[in-house]
């Protein structure tokens, strides 16, 4: 069964410096892996996703993600942090090859993100 | 605007209660998905849809039963609530199974209490 690891719930950055949300991934074969950002009171936006070719992934909002398969990661960076990024961050991942339920994307915990001014 | 409906947004309910909750899209989706979110445990799936009339289960799909009569619309229901089913609940369409192809779209949510 696959599974997703976000290890930290909360990260706090200061606005302008780099900001970087882990998660590590298991999974049989290799994945399809994504990024979705939750704001307050709202469903969750796609931000990147990880399908073949380049490691590195860009996304929305100048985000990206770097795709590492020999750590089983796809930890999601941004150069310069926003107080407007500040919000819930989810890690996903999908077997490429399955079926039945477990073609679905099973997401992480969660990361809690907040850029301070 | 375009996108994927849920209501209700709140809703209480007494333990044995039951209720419906509604999701609709209008982008000709052929797969749909209801998730419920609760703290420290990120997004759980319950039941899917890939097509008109078909229903799957999901990760989490007891107590929870689902139909797809409409393409655009899909329903969860529960009939006997218990306080386990306080959550966060999201339903969320795609143009293909898996999110692989194509952005998924999520609803607000459903923030359901049960007492």
Sequence with gaps: ?????????????????????????????????????????????????????????KGSYGFEAEFNKSQTSFHLKKPSALVSDSALYFCAVRPRVSSGSARQLTFGSGTQLTVLP | NAGVTQTPKFRVLKTGQSMTLLCAQDMNHEYMYWYRQDPGMG??????????????KGEVPDGYNVSR????NFLLGLESAAPSQTSVYFCASTE?????????????????TVV
């Excluded at chain 1, 900001?19 to 009171?41: A, D, E, H, I, R």
């Excluded at chain 2, 009569?69 to 655009?72: C, D, E, M, V």
């Excluded at chain 2, 293909?96 to 359901?112: C, D, H, I, K, Y």
């Design chain 2, 96 to 112: 293909s199974v898996g999110f692989m192809n194509t952005e998924a779209f999520f609803g607000q949510g459903t923030r359901l």
């Design chain 1, 1 to 57: 069964a696959q599974s997703v690891a976000q290890p930290e719930d909360q990260v706090n950055v200061a606005e302008g410096n780099p900001l970087t949300v882990k998660c590590t991934y298991s999974v049989s074969g290799n994945p399809y892996l994504f990024w979705y950002v939750q704001y307050p009171n709202r469903g969750l936006q796609f931000l990147l996703k990880y399908i073949t070719g380049d490691n590195l992934v």
């Design chain 2, 69 to 72: 009569l409409k393409k655009q």
């Design chain 2, 43 to 56: 997004l759980r799936l319950i039941h899917y849809s890939v097509g008109e009339g078909t229903t799957a």
